[in-house]
């Protein structure tokens, strides 16, 4: 059995305490089928549960990670304004390819809370560059 390359994305941006509290509020009114498929595919029980905390310092670090395990990319949303995307990944032989991979992974499990950081990205894109 051969290895597979994976790869990891997350909007990039600076976390602020308000930027935090949205996403905190966001996941908490998540539906109870969303955050049981969560659960479910990262193999999570009752006894073993990611806390909402543990999720938003997963989204914390995969926005703003910067190290030898990731890049940044520039790229586009569907209105075509442009933001940058951290990016992580390599070979896998069924464990994770980086450090930071499990974080990036989880941060963006939620199509809702991708897409609320894409929106970060963009203000923090149009505020640098």
Do not use: H
């Amino acid at each position: 059995m051969g290895a597979d390359f994976t790869l990891a994305t997350f909007p990039y941006f600076d976390m602020t305490d308000d930027r935090r509290e949205r996403f905190r509020e966001l996941i908490v009114n998540l539906p109870a089928s969303e955050t049981d498929e969560f659960q479910d595919c990262f193999g999570l029980d009752g006894d073993e549960d990611c806390s909402l905390e543990d999720l938003l310092d997963n989204i914390e670090t995969a926005c703003s990670v910067c190290s030898r395990e990731t890049s940044t990319i520039t790229t586009y949303n569907d209105k075509g304004e442009r933001y940058e995307l951290n990016v992580t990944g390599g070979m896998s032989w069924g464990d994770d390819p980086t450090g930071v991979y499990g974080a990036f992974n989880r941060a963006a499990f939620f199509d809702s809370v991708y897409n609320l950081a894409i929106d970060f990205s963009v203000e923090y894109s149009k505020m640098y560059t």
